[in-house]
């Protein structure tokens, strides 16, 4: 079993920048993929980012050079810095782990940008 909490979400300007961080706890060595997910209102869940326990990432075309993410598998935490932001990133984000092919989420955190 894996919790994830995340923290870091509110509310930002326009161009402003945001920090999300999930710490995941449970029964578990490593975790192998985290990432993050948004959900924006009235649309499905979408991938932002991804990144393995080898440090392997990848990013969606709507954030790739906006966002970067990263991890600490000895704090078993994962970071997602988001810069230049845009009302179009509204949402709630999501963070996920995978550990034995099983896939566990996070309860989410709002991210709100104002134009």
């Known amino acids: 079993q894996v919790q994830l909490v995340e923290s870091g979400g509110g509310l930002v300007q326009a161009g402003g920048s945001l920090r999300l961080s999930c710490v995941a706890s449970?029964?578990?060595?490593?975790?192998?993929?985290m990432g993050w997910y948004r959900q924006a209102p009235g649309k499905q869940r979408e991938l932002v980012a991804t990144?393995?326990?080898?440090?392997?990432?990848f990013y969606a075309d709507s954030v790739k050079g906006r966002c970067t993410i990263s991890r600490t598998n000895a704090e078993n935490t994962v970071y997602l810095q988001m810069n230049s932001l845009e009302p179009g990133d509204t949402a709630v984000y999501y963070c996920?782990?995978?550990?034995?092919?099983?896939?566990?989420w996070g309860q989410g955190t709002q991210v709100t940008v104002s134009s």
């Open positions: 996920a782990a995978t550990l034995f092919s099983t896939n566990y």
């Open positions: 449970g029964t578990f060595f490593v975790i192998n993929d």
């Open positions: 990144i393995t326990s080898g440090g392997s990432t």
